[in-house]
């Protein structure tokens, strides 16, 4: 990561967990994020870090926009209560196959993470998406 990236610092380092700090600029400000993973377990209920790098954008903090045409309140997040502002971000389907645990953290989920702030800045001055990709379905939708 350091190589790549040394805007960001790893802060937390454990036998099965690592967390990083540091900073991204999007189109008109700079971001300051955290992004956590860890080992996978066989856990059925794994932590969201175990599956994939979580990435959040600390400050400044998303702006959620009830009334934008498209992917209101926030685009392209997996909403966690209670502060939607502190959501982990949406970079790549899962469900496709997009990353891998073989794949490193710095050639991958930090430039998405920059496209994603260039996104998320064209949405918030817009209100439209432009960034792509497609929404996890919900239990319900996945039933029917």
Do not use: N
């Amino acid at each position: 990561m350091q190589r790549h990236w040394p805007g960001f610092a790893l802060a937390e380092e454990t036998f099965d967990k690592a967390v990083w700090f540091g900073s991204l600029a999007g189109l008109e400000r700079t971001y300051r994020l955290m992004i956590e993973y860890g080992q996978p377990t066989k856990a059925a209920a794994d932590e969201m870090w175990r599956r994939f790098p979580v990435v959040r954008v600390l400050s400044p903090r998303l702006e959620p926009r009830f009334d934008a045409p498209e992917e209101a309140p926030l685009p392209h997040v997996y909403f966690t209560e209670p502060d939607l502002t502190l959501s982990p971000l949406c970079l790549f389907d899962p469900e496709a196959g997009e990353w891998s645990h073989d794949d490193l953290i710095a050639l991958t989920t930090v430039p998405w993470a920059a496209d994603w702030l260039a996104c998320y800045e064209g949405w918030l001055a817009t209100g439209r998406w432009h960034g792509g990709g497609r929404h996890a379905r919900t239990p319900e939708e996945k039933a029917s």
